[in-house]
């Protein structure tokens, strides 16, 4: 019996170049956040799926890897069964829930504002197709305490400086499309509001 020794559709394995390229590159970044005071924190690849479907996650709900109960909380012999008795769990989409539920759970613990770095794999259910996968690395900052113009302002900064360190030859363009941030920043700069 021959076997297929294709990793799953829509995902990819790395050779050895490919996995040091990567680790490089997320080397970099995840320094450059460090410098601007980022912290990195670990949350779970499985988030509960009620969690899940009661996120904001738009489109993304219906690209959600569902796990099914295990062990004893599975009952197959039950009739009728619906998916929500077979599923208790999800794999993550993106990092946004997991801080949610992580700050939610750890705030009395974390300096205030708190600046917070994640870089982990996120899964979606989602049709595999060139240049798309269904597990891929993401990469997050988030100020969380700081509603301010200033932290999104920080957002971007870092966010640039990261890119300029790992593309320095390569001229990319921050477009802002926000008139808070904007006027944040020409405030700080010392432009009257008017």
Known sequence: MKINAQPVRGTKDFLPNEAELRDYVQGKIADT???YGFQKIG???MEDIERLNKSDGGENLAMIF???KRGQKLDLAKEGLMEDDLVDSGLRYDLTLPLSRYYANNAANLPSPFKALQMGSVWRADR???GRFRQFVQCDIDI?????S???IELILATTTALGRICPDNGFTVRINDRGILRGMALYCGFPEE
Request: hydrophobic share 35%; charged share 25%.
């Open 33 to 35: 956040y460090k410098q």
């Open 43 to 45: 949350t779970p690849a």
């Open 128 to 130: 595999p197709q060139k």
């Open 144 to 148: 969380l305490g700081d509603a301010t």
């Open 150 to 152: 200033l932290a999104e």
């Open 66 to 68: 569902k796990i099914l």
